[in-house]
């Protein structure tokens, strides 16, 4: 189940190269300081691919900036997914360049979509 008609162009351009991905699945932040809390909080990822780096990729799409407290969210988001580690594979963190992002812009034509997928399976 999608929140959007623009998460479902985001997910039909993934299904149609087939590339599995899963959707609103978990993500874990760990701090990467040792000596504090290891976990540090939840999000749930519009999106989590596997990338041609061997990793996976976490993207979220920002659309919605409409809603009261949208924007500081999403910033604060950005910011936790930079700050600290995830682990999605073991023992390796999902590396700065495998959290991509896409606003409405990103999804107006078919060749900026097939730059965002690009993006998402390529993310250097």
Known sequence: ???????????????????PYRHDDIVRIYSKVPGTTPYHGTYFADFKLPNLLGGITVHEHFGAFQIENY??????????YHAFEIYELPGRPVLDSEFTFSFESDLATTESIR??????????
């Open 1 to 19: 189940m999608l929140r959007s008609k623009s998460e479902a162009k985001i997910a039909s351009s993934i299904e149609s190269i087939g590339l």
């Open 115 to 124: 730059r965002l997928i690009v993006k998402m399976l390529l993310p250097l």
């Open 71 to 80: 924007a500081d969210n999403s910033l604060q988001r950005l910011n936790d």
